[in-house]
């Protein structure tokens, strides 16, 4: 059952990720497994990240999928006692191609690795079934 972006907004305040519009990139939650989430990111015109030109820059896409990563760490991290994390290093980042208004940016984010206070993730983005970003990202927990 996909989560709303309300549900969304409630969500990352109760797991204290103070993000909040504009700055929340993710629209909705589409699915959840113990090692996977699935997110939409809705890219429209009059978002101020496409105002300066046709495309949805790299730098938001790669912190669309760094917010979905978070979330998931966030979500396998709930019962431990280290709740603060923070994103330690982006590795592999590649963007095939332009993403922009009108587009349905969808995040697919897997756990590769977790080891006590580290976690790895390999994050996908895809528009219409084709690539058009990857990356592998890394988080402390502390």
């Known amino acids: 059952m996909p989560f709303r972006f ?27 497994t113990t090692n996977s989430i699935h ?6 015109g009059n978002e101020w990240p496409t105002l300066a030109g046709a495309y949805f820059p790299m730098w938001a ?15 396998l991290q709930a019962d431990t006692p280290y709740q603060n ?5 982006i590795k592999r980042a590649r963007f ?4 922009i208004a009108g587009d349905q ?21 895809l528009v219409s079934k084709i690539r058009v970003s990857k990356a592998e990202l890394y988080f402390f927990h502390f």
């Open 96 to 99: 095939y191609r332009p993403v």
């Open 39 to 44: 997110m939409v990111k809705n890219v429209t």
């Open 61 to 75: 896409i790669l912190e669309t999928m760094a917010q979905a990563a978070g979330c998931l760490d966030k979500f």
């Open 105 to 125: 940016l969808h995040i697919h984010v897997h756990l590769v690795k977790k080891i006590e206070r580290h976690a790895a993730f390999s994050v996908q983005a």
């Open 6 to 32: 309300e549900t969304l907004e409630n969500l990352l305040a109760e797991h204290e990720v103070f993000q909040s519009h504009p700055y929340i990139f993710i629209d909705r939650i589409e699915a959840q």
């Open 85 to 89: 994390r923070i994103l330690t290093r």
